[in-house]
Every structure is written in structure tokens, then in C-alpha cells.
């Protein structure tokens, strides 16, 4: 029971890291506590699966250091070792062709997580590695001739470990946390874990009554709105962060790329209730140009009514809603609008407020913000600086990016990295 590597987790990192430690000659094992490998894979992208995105490595950096450049910076020698386009040449190498959307999201031609999870098992296969699901480990411990990995029935040793087992979104598909618990007793640092990319909430009701609707194109701001408690202690509102993407209305509140990706920073700070999303409907339009629109067409075609009018720019439901907080009395003949209403309408399709009451948590989240110290970690091999053969990769580590597949280039390009590393030491 005696191996080169020892991989704990069959997610998206933990099965490249397999595949490639065992392409460079090492006798390699990945355990997998549940019955089937990449059950987060499955679920992911609304069971589509989105691989990477559209960009190139510096791209990818980019990205994350919209949320933190210590991440981007840290990610780098990872990305040269796999970068997104090489990691969609190994996904059709093994018979999954892919596309790429609008957003510049790479999925699957068929729209099927599956077949990448199958594309992965193939390439473990493939390569020699052992793959064993059913195994979750219940103890590691650090030993003369490197670590012993303990399971409920076997016992495993390897000169090097590489711990993969992701972090805690999804608690459903496996990911509850347990990596975290081996990094601090072997020594390591773990910046405390809090969701990411999942669903705001909120308790207005007229969010709700919108549920269903998507909204393509928005921005949305996370603006801090307690006055008395603001993050620095001066006592004045801050804008923290802006995302454009879709929006989606929920029962709950909302969910969609461009909330999803505020979730992170609210998530971060404290007090979530003192946090108000701010929504542009029409992000393409200044509001002077706005305003200047709709007085136009008030002008031009006064018997048109306001909701109409206004579904020129928004599904009817909101305009419905618009209407009813500009008059008071839902639609009516765009003549009687005041030069008063016309300016509280364009404000309010251009700074829409929508205070939040909180997220969905680890339930509905995306990805785990927080993990091992990356400190603590040297980026050129995802080895331990604290101990010698131990290795980190994926959603462990203190990484998180925007959604559109940039995480999950992030566990491939790690895994990959560290299995290379840990192979040839």
C-alpha cells in the first residue's frame, strides 16, 4: 500500500494532479470519499460545466485580481504550466468537443457536466493511476519516510501528499471542509472560509414578485449603507465593488453572474444588512442621455403610455413596477409625466436600490473564499513551505475567482502544477 503520491480528493484538481503525476512515472492514488469522483463537477454550471474561459493566462490573472491581486500573482506559474487553451486541447483530446458562449464561457458542445467528469476518469484511467472512491481519509499524520494516510479500512504511505479535497460550497456533493483540518495539523495557516459566488437575499417584496425574470444585461454595485458603522470607522457610505453580467430575480432575492460575484466581498465584511445593491437597468446610457430620451419620446408621442415606453429598455414586469414608483398609479399617458417624475424615473432605472438581507451561504455557493495561507505555499510548486513533499491545489487554497470558469482553471492549472512538482522531486 505504498505509493510516490498520495492525492486526497477526486474533484477537478485532484483528477488532472492524477492523470499527470502518473503520465511523469510516479505510482500514484487518489482518494475519493464518496461513491462516484467529481460529484462538484456534475453540478457545476447548472450541470453544464463551465471548463475555463475564453482568454488567455494573463486573462485569467486578471480576473482574479479584480478581487485580490495577491491571488493573480500567486496563480501565475500555475497558469504558464496549464494555460485555459491548453486545458481545452486535453478536454477534446479526449473526445469532448467544446464551445464558447457569448460570455466567453467554454462548455461542453453537448451541454453535459458528465462528459467532462468522464473526459478526466478517462485520462486517470489511461495513465496508471489508482483511483479508489469510498476512501475518505480519517487521519494524516507525518511519518520518518513522508506521510501515512488513514482510511476507515486501509492504511497508505507516500513520501509526498497533495491535498485537493476543495473547500466547503456545495456540502452536498462532499466538500465539507475536511482539508482544512489536515493543513492546520500539519502545520499550516487557514484563512477563514466564508461563501462565494452564491445568491443574494433580500426582504423586498417587489424583488420577489419578480422572480423568474432575467435582466442580460445590468451593473450592479455593493455599496456599504450603515453611516454609523462604516468599514473604516468615518461614517460614510462606500462602494466597494461593480459587476456587469446578467441578473436573475429570485423567490429569495437575487442570484446571476453580476450578484453572484458581489457575494465575495459581502461575504468578507461584516454586518451584511448594512449592504445595498445598486442596479443600472441601462448601464450603456448615462442618465443625462437618459433622461433626455424619455423626455423626448414623452414629447414626440405623448398618448403612448409609460409602460410601454418603458419596455423599450425593460421586461414589462419591472416596467410595471417602474410606472407604479413614478406615478403612483401604475401606467399612464407619457405626456402627463412631469419634468419631476422623468428625472425620479431615469434615476431609478440608473441607481435602482436594493438593500440585502444576507446570501444563501455555503448551500448555494459556487466556491469557498478562504483556505490554506498562500503564504505559506510556494506558488512555483504548490508545495508547503512549512513541510517538506506536502502539496495543495484547488478550492483548499486561499483562491476564489469570478464566475465564467475561472475557477475552475484555477484547480486545474494548480493540480496540475503540483502533480509535475511532486512527481520529479
Known amino acids: 500500500m505504498?505509493?510516490?503520491?498520495?492525492?486526497?480528493?477526486?474533484?477537478?484538481?485532484?483528477?488532472?494532479?492524477?492523470?499527470?503525476?502518473?503520465?511523469?512515472?510516479?505510482?500514484?492514488?487518489?482518494?475519493?470519499?464518496?461513491?462516484?469522483?467529481?460529484?462538484?463537477?456534475?453540478?457545476?454550471?447548472?450541470?453544464?460545466?463551465?471548463?475555463?474561459?475564453?482568454?488567455d493566462q494573463q486573462g485569467i490573472a486578471e480576473a482574479f485580481a479584480m478581487?485580490?491581486?495577491?491571488?493573480?500573482?500567486?496563480?501565475?506559474?500555475?497558469?504558464?504550466?496549464?494555460?485555459?487553451?491548453?486545458?481545452v486541447e486535453l478536454t477534446e483530446a479526449e473526445g469532448v468537443a467544446t464551445k464558447v458562449e457569448k460570455t466567453g464561457k467554454v462548455f461542453p458542445v453537448s451541454n453535459r457536466a458528465v462528459d467532462v467528469r468522464d473526459a478526466l476518469?478517462?485520462?486517470?484511467?489511461?495513465?496508471?493511476?489508482?483511483?479508489?472512491?469510498?476512501?475518505?481519509?480519517?487521519?494524516?499524520?507525518?511519518?520518518?519516510?513522508?506521510?501515512?494516510?488513514?482510511?476507515?479500512?486501509?492504511?497508505?504511505?507516500?513520501?509526498?501528499l497533495l491535498i485537493t479535497s476543495g473547500g466547503q460550497s456545495y456540502p452536498g456533493s462532499g466538500t465539507t471542509g475536511d482539508g482544512y483540518v489536515w493543513a492546520r495539523k500539519l502545520g499550516h495557516t487557514v484563512v477563514t472560509p466564508a461563501p462565494a459566488l452564491t445568491p443574494l437575499t433580500t426582504n423586498e417584496d417587489w424583488v420577489k414578485q419578480l422572480q423568474g425574470m432575467?435582466?442580460?444585461?445590468?451593473?450592479?454595485?455593493?455599496?456599504?449603507?450603515?453611516?454609523?458603522?462604516?468599514?473604516?470607522?468615518?461614517?460614510?457610505?462606500?462602494?466597494?465593488?461593480?459587476?456587469?453580467?446578467?441578473l436573475l430575480f429570485t423567490h429569495f432575492g437575487l442570484s446571476g453572474p453580476a450578484a453572484l460575484d458581489l457575494s465575495r466581498v459581502m461575504t468578507r465584511q461584516f454586518a451584511p444588512t448594512a449592504f445595498s445593491v445598486?442596479?443600472?437597468?441601462?448601464?450603456?446610457?448615462?442618465?443625462?442621455?437618459?433622461?433626455?430620451?424619455?423626455t423626448r419620446s414623452c414629447q414626440h408621442n405623448g398618448r403612448r403610455t409609460l409602460l410601454s415606453l418603458l419596455q423599450e429598455f425593460v421586461p414589462r414586469r419591472l416596467a410595471e413596477w417602474l410606472a407604479m414608483r413614478t406615478t403612483g398609479k401604475g401606467s399612464r399617458p407619457s405626456a402627463e409625466l412631469s419634468k419631476k417624475q422623468l428625472n425620479h424615473l431615469s434615476t431609478t432605472m440608473k441607481t435602482c436600490v436594493i438593500p440585502v438581507s444576507g446570501t444563501s451561504g455555503f448551500r448555494k455557493a459556487e466556491v469557498t473564499t478562504g483556505g490554506v495561507d498562500l503564504n505559506q505555499v510556494d506558488s512555483r510548486t504548490m508545495q508547503s513551505?512549512?513541510?517538506?513533499?506536502?502539496?495543495?491545489a484547488g478550492e483548499v487554497l486561499d483562491v476564489d475567482g469570478p464566475i465564467g470558469g475561472f475557477n475552475f482553471q484555477a484547480a486545474f492549472s494548480t493540480g496540475w502544477l503540483a502533480a509535475e512538482s511532486a512527481a520529479t522531486t
Do not use: W
Open 2 to 55: 505504498h505509493f510516490d503520491l498520495i492525492i486526497i480528493g477526486a474533484g477537478a484538481a485532484g483528477l488532472i494532479a492524477a492523470a499527470r503525476s502518473a503520465e511523469c512515472g510516479a505510482r500514484t492514488l487518489l482518494l475519493e470519499k464518496n461513491d462516484q469522483a467529481g460529484v462538484k463537477i456534475l453540478m457545476s454550471g447548472g450541470t453544464r460545466c463551465n471548463i475555463t474561459h475564453a482568454t
Open 385 to 392: 513551505k512549512q513541510v517538506r513533499g506536502l502539496y495543495f
Open 214 to 246: 432575467t435582466l442580460p444585461d445590468v451593473t450592479l454595485s455593493l455599496v456599504f449603507q450603515d453611516p454609523e458603522r462604516d468599514l473604516n470607522g468615518y461614517g460614510t457610505k462606500q462602494h466597494l465593488i461593480s459587476r456587469r453580467s446578467s
Open 67 to 87: 478581487f485580490d491581486r495577491k491571488q493573480a500573482g500567486f496563480l501565475r506559474s500555475s497558469l504558464a504550466a496549464l494555460p485555459p487553451e491548453r486545458v
Open 278 to 294: 445598486i442596479c443600472d437597468l441601462v448601464p450603456d446610457m448615462p442618465r443625462e442621455t437618459l433622461t433626455e430620451q424619455l
Open 121 to 160: 476518469l478517462r485520462r486517470v484511467n489511461k495513465s496508471g493511476a489508482t483511483l479508489l472512491t469510498n476512501n475518505a481519509v480519517v487521519d494524516v499524520a507525518r511519518s520518518d519516510g513522508g506521510y501515512i494516510v488513514s482510511t476507515a479500512n486501509n492504511l497508505f504511505t507516500a513520501p509526498h
